[in-house]
């Protein structure tokens, strides 16, 4: 069964998102207000609302409490804040909230977002990584077709190991690092546990990696 995502704000980046989920065959809906941008998306989303993405009354009738998770994409901070706790407060499971700077993602974690991205600075650090190595990204990425992903771990996979959730015979995939705050382990071994807050990179193929998003369970608060 596809995982079901809503993405509040449709702008560059909440399009980039809902595009993207979508091509790796989740079912997303999409929420702004701009009627334009809602009639352009019509088609390549299940579904797109046109509504005040910020407002707990239209997300109640939009149903995001059904929805794995909800993308916070609004353009201004004031309208991510009123977002996010308007979504907290209609139980939504798991809110990933865009920042545009440290202090903004410190102040939306406090109200309840499960996950922070600044997609700018993220975006910096990517691009400083494959200069540094351009080398490994033209033969990791484009020639063997193998990428990897970062993502954070699992409500149910906390307290478990990687053998007994047999995560590689399951989704073809390799788990090479797990960051635990400060604390990167390399290689973990398959009695290593999950624990609480750690984030792991996965290794495989671009298909695969797609499916493990879209398939695995979301950390819950």
Not at 67 to 81: K, M, Q, T
Not at 132 to 153: D, N, Y
Request: hydrophobic fraction near 45%.
């Amino acid at each position: 069964m596809a995982r079901e995502y809503a993405v509040l704000g449709l702008g560059r980046f909440g399009t980039g998102v809902a595009l993207a989920l979508n091509r790796r065959g989740c079912t997303v809906v999409g929420i702004d207000h701009d009627r334009q941008i809602v009639q352009e998306l019509a088609d390549q989303l299940a579904d797109v609302v046109e509504a005040d993405a910020s407002d707990e009354d239209a997300l109640r009738l939009v149903g995001v409490s059904d929805f794995d998770a909800v993308v916070v994409a609004i353009g201004d901070f004031e309208s991510n804040l009123l977002a996010v706790v308007a979504l907290k407060h209609l139980g939504v499971r798991y809110v990933v909230a865009k920042a545009l700077t440290t202090r903004q993602a410190e102040i939306l974690l406090k109200i309840g977002a499960a996950e922070v991205v600044l997609p700018e600075q993220e975006a910096g650090e990517r691009l400083a990584t494959r200069l540094m190595a351009p080398q490994i990204s033209q033969v990791l990425f484009e020639q063997t077709g193998v990428a990897a992903g970062e993502r954070p771990v699992p409500e149910a996979w906390v307290g478990k190991t990687l053998a007994e959730l047999k995560v590689r015979q399951q989704f073809g995939v390799l788990s090479i690092v797990i960051r635990r705050g400060t604390e990167i382990i390399l290689a973990p071994g398959p009695d290593d546990e999950f624990q609480v807050e750690d984030h792991v990179v996965f290794v495989g193929s671009q298909e695969r990696l797609h499916a493990l998003g879209c398939q695995i369970p979301n950390r819950r608060r």
